[in-house]
């Protein structure tokens, strides 16, 4: 389905199941494009798994690479362990990257998408190391005809933005994640795309409550129950141009097939 002028998918990883068990949920939720998930692709030296993704009629907006020692429970332990930060595990998730790009080209793939972790640049030596690891991977990347696109939501929006105009490379985007800015307190997601609205190519669709207890997380909710608003970020969208596709992304509840479906019912309706 499309949203307006938008292309609407959703994240492979939200269903918790096998390319076959997507490729039902697709089917039973009348979608055709997917945010994809390829670690599996990248940790199966037998190159089944991708074969089984290029027999699929689907039309992948972008891929996404996670990393194993990302640790979500609190704001404190994403903060230590999440993306390219941890010292330990570069080399393990720089392979890995590079197998995510590779496997991306494969898929004729434009966009990769994952967490960098925080960026903090009162932290002179720190924030340099995450320049150096981006840059690192933003080339390998562009050497493959690929896009790497940042997850919003562990800085500002003002900050990341510093973060690209200082980093300037042109294989350099953002996945634009709404839920996110107000999951981590960071901001409100409206003015985020306004201020970011250069480097978004892609984005999420997922909503957020903030939380009244500074240092610990928000709470996810269906699209359309959060704080987010459906008008205003389609409206938003809109006014900054954006041409790239959206993907439902639902990570909490247990009922997650059933809230990616409310979410196509609430896109359908309100881009009318």
């Known amino acids: 389905m499309r949203c307006r002028n938008w292309p609407v998918g959703v ?3 939200s269903l918790r199941t096998d390319v076959q068990g997507v490729a039902k949920a697709m089917k039973e939720l009348g979608l055709r494009h997917v945010h994809l ?3 599996p ?5 037998s190159g089944k798994y991708l074969e089984t993704i290029m027999a699929q009629k689907w039309t992948i907006t972008s891929t996404m690479i996670d990393f194993p020692q990302e640790d ?18 570069w080399q393990q998730n720089h392979n890995l990257f590079m197998g995510a790009v ?3 080209a494969k898929l004729g793939v434009k966009y990769l998408s994952m967490h ?13 190391k995450i320049y150096s690891r981006i840059r ?18 562990q800085e500002s929006a003002k900050d990341l933005r510093h973060f690209l105009e200082t980093l300037d490379h042109q294989s350099v985007g953002v996945n634009f994640d709404p839920a996110n800015m107000i999951l981590y307190d960071k901001g409100d997601p409206i003015e985020a795309v306004r201020v970011l609205s250069p480097w978004i190519r892609h984005l999420h669709v997922k909503d957020a409550t903030r939380t009244k207890q500074p240092g610990t997380w928000g709470a996810e909710v269906p699209w359309g129950d959060g704080q987010v608003g459906v008008k205003r970020f389609l409206e938003v969208l809109d006014e900054v141009s954006f041409e790239g596709a959206m993907a439902i992304e639902r ?7 059933g809230d990616i479906k409310l979410a196509v019912e609430w896109l359908t309706a309100a881009c009318k």
């Not at 704001?75 to 930060?85: A, D, N, P, W, Y």
Request: proline share 1%; charged share 25%.
């Open 11 to 13: 994240c492979s990883w």
């Open 37 to 39: 998930g390829i670690r």
């Open 41 to 45: 692709a990248v940790e199966d030296s």
């Open 72 to 89: 979500y429970s609190t704001l404190e332990s994403i903060k230590v362990t999440g993306g390219v930060v941890p010292d330990a595990h």
């Open 102 to 104: 590779i496997a991306t």
């Open 116 to 128: 960098a972790g925080f960026i903090d640049e009162s932290n002179k030596a720190y924030v340099e």
């Open 136 to 153: 690192d991977l933003a080339n390998i990347a562009a050497d493959n005809g690929v896009i790497l696109l940042l997850e919003t939501g």
């Open 251 to 257: 990570e909490a509840g247990d009922n997650r097939l």
